[in-house]
Every structure is written in C-alpha cells, then in structure tokens.
C-alpha cells in the first residue's frame, strides 16, 4: 500500500439487497433526454440521435432504500431543483466496444435513482453552450435505492416507473419506453470510454420531472427492481 500525503477518500458504494456486502461504485455516467416524451417537455425534438451522457461524482450517490432515511439537502446556488426518477444499471463486468447483443452480460444489477437536477443552472449552461456539470454533478444529487441482482430478477425491459412527491404521482411510465434501451446505451457509452465493474449509468428519466421544495418527500418505484425514498433537506 503507498503512503497518501492526506487520508484517502471513502469508498462510494450502494447497498445490494439480499446481502450486507456493498457494490463499490467507481463512476457515475447519466443518459441525457431518453425518453421521448420527456425530450418534449424539455423543448427539445424526440428523435433517435445518439445518445449522450454526462457524469456526477460517486460520491454524490445518497443511500435511499426504504429503512435507509436518507436525506438530500436542498443544494446551494439554485432556485428550481428537479426531480428525474430513473432505472440504473450498475456495470458488474468491464469492457469497451460492448455488441449491444452481449452487453447484459456486463450488468451486475439494476437500482431505483433519482437524478437530482439544478434545472435553472443547466438551463443557463444550455444558453451559454456550458458544461451541465454544476446543473447535474452537485453534492448528494443521486439519491438511490439498493441494488438487486440480474442474476435474481433478470433485466427488467418492461414495467412501470414512477415518483411520488408528498404522495402525489408527478412521474409515470415505463421502461419500455425508453428511446435507447439499456443493452443499446451500454453499446454506446462502451465505445467512448472503457466501462468498468462499479461504475452505474443512469438511464433517463420519463416526462413529469418538476421542481421540489425543502421537505418535501419522494418515493420513487420501479416494478421488479424495488423503491427508493428520499427527504429534501
Ligand atoms: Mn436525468
């Protein structure tokens, strides 16, 4: 072991149900606009361009999993917080150049996340033709739910996701709806950068995404993956 001239980070990692052993996570990667509906609502046109991506640090995951009671504190420098309620995919097997016909084999399990969003910062960004990064990467701005085992579920293609706020549904789809499915998104980030086992990729969030106010509480579902639960601190 080397000598670190300051004590080494934390390891990042999420919870995996089933088990008290944890999934170490090693980068964050998020899908941009991948539901078509949800395109619309941003303004922009649904078609099937390529899809592209961005990055939140790992350790902005927060630990949300029902019992979890975790808590995303309302971030500084921002006035219109979003929800975007989304599948993740943690990469249990690496590789570059993933045939989209092979790459469920690379995917260790699937979790409930929740791609918090400084919307009124990543607008601006969008204006200027600026990095989305402080809109998206802020700190505790993924909260997320445990992870379950493809090798238990399989690779849930179908079914609906959703949000609750306060108990109220703001989001509701399904999987299936997603513009670039997840063995076709793994395809595509696989040939811009080398996956790795723990890195996780936030698929997309579907329409209904708006803002969230102090104490307001999120539930978040996805049929056959599990729930995630989360305060705005
Ligand atoms: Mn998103």
Redesign the pocket.
Known sequence: MPDYVIAPPPQAAVAVAGTDALFPVRRVY???RNYAEHAREMGADPTREDPFFFSKPADALVACAPGQNGVSPYPPGSKSVHH?M?LVVAIGKGGADIPAERALEHVFGYAPGL?L?RRDLQGEAKKKGQPWEMGKGFDKSAPIGRIVPAAEIGHPAKGTISLKVNGETRQKSDLSQMIWNVPETIAFLSRLVALAPGDLI?T??PEGVAAVVKGDRLEGHIDGVGDLQVTIG
Do not use: I, L, Q, R
């Open positions: 998020c899908v941009g975007e989304e791609d969003t936030f997309g969030t």
